[in-house]
């Protein structure tokens, strides 16, 4: 029984059939992190990785090189993640709509309870006013302790552009914080 590999238009070499459930598995912790820093919202990870699973398993035109898997997954991850932050934009105008015709403040008090509970701790509200690219790649960095030729490998860029970008983050980082009166170089 013979297997047809799809072939490498540039070497004309065979790739190997890509498993996917493997490939999710083993990309599966640092794009959480991906999700959570581009929605956050850590209670949206569960569903927005469940969506990038779904995709990745239900793809229409399916990758053949194993090379790509990383930066495919990673772009997918930031597509649907923004999806689901304009769904929860929407849901939010709707809720602020509701009340403004009912008057009621029970949806006010719902809502004025997620923002607090959100906001309880100094260096997450930092991490929320970033820039997504910008909190993904601390936390890329600093949550997986990846070192920048990893990150560059994960996101298909070059290790010049994540330093470049690790720069820009941190130097953003201490600002917030600094606005929040968290000050000092071992800050980040």
Known sequence: MTVDLPISPANGAPHPAID???????????????????????????EVWQQVS????????????????????????VVLSARYRRQQGRSRKALARLVEQTGTDVAADALSWLIRRERHELTRAALAHLAPRDAEILALKYGQRWSYRQIAERLGITEKAVDARMQRAREKLRQELARRGIQGEDDV
Do not use: N, Y
């Not at 959480?32 to 820093?37: E, F, N, P």
């Not at 398993?57 to 990673?74: C, M, N, T």
């Open 20 to 46: 996917w459930g493997r490939s999710l598995a083993e990309h599966a912790q640092w794009l959480r992190q991906v999700i959570s820093a581009r929605t956050g919202e850590p209670e949206a990870v569960d």
């Open 54 to 77: 779904l995709a990745a398993i239900e793809q229409r035109s399916p990758l053949s090189d194993p090379e790509k898997v990383a930066p495919w997954l990673h772009r997918l991850a």
